[in-house]
């Protein structure tokens, strides 16, 4: 079962995450901040990340770098970012970064699920071929 952690301080769209993501079939962690994200990352391993930018204490930039940067073994989990920063640099240099993808809000759910199920494709196509991290 394909587990996704949606980490979104805004209650309401988070809840809305959750709810969307379960309905599809998925196993749903959820944090409202970078801080508990990275502490649910690192214990459960969730297979991919639906993660907004502009959080407290942790945000999602710092959440992505922390784990790219710190936690080899979790540093191909996928993160798509789901933000209101709708500008080209910030969309540009996440993805430079290395996120799997770049969506902003207002939420565009069947698009999101689009770009999940690619993830979840991607996941099974490197676990049949051994490649799993």
């Not at 809000?105 to 698009?111: A, E, S």
Request: glycine share 4%; net charge negative; hydrophobic share 45%.
């Amino acid at each position: 079962m394909i587990t996704i952690l949606c980490v979104e301080d805004e209650d309401d769209i988070r809840n809305l995450l959750v709810e969307e993501i379960s309905e599809a079939g998925f196993t749903t962690l959820e944090a409202t901040n970078g801080k508990l994200a990275l502490e649910l990352i690192i214990s459960k391993w969730p297979d991919i990340v639906v993660c907004d930018i502009t959080m407290p204490e942790m945000n999602g930039h710092q959440l992505f770098a922390e784990i790219q940067m710190n936690h080899e073994q979790l540093a191909n989990i996928p993160f798509i970012f789901l933000t209101a920063l709708s500008d080209k640099e910030n969309m540009v240099n996440a993805l430079k970064a290395g996120a799997a993808d770049y969506l902003t809000k207002p939420v565009d759910f069947d698009l999101l699920m689009a770009k999940i199920q690619g993830c979840v494709a991607r996941l099974e196509s490197d676990r049949k071929m051994g490649r799993a991290f």
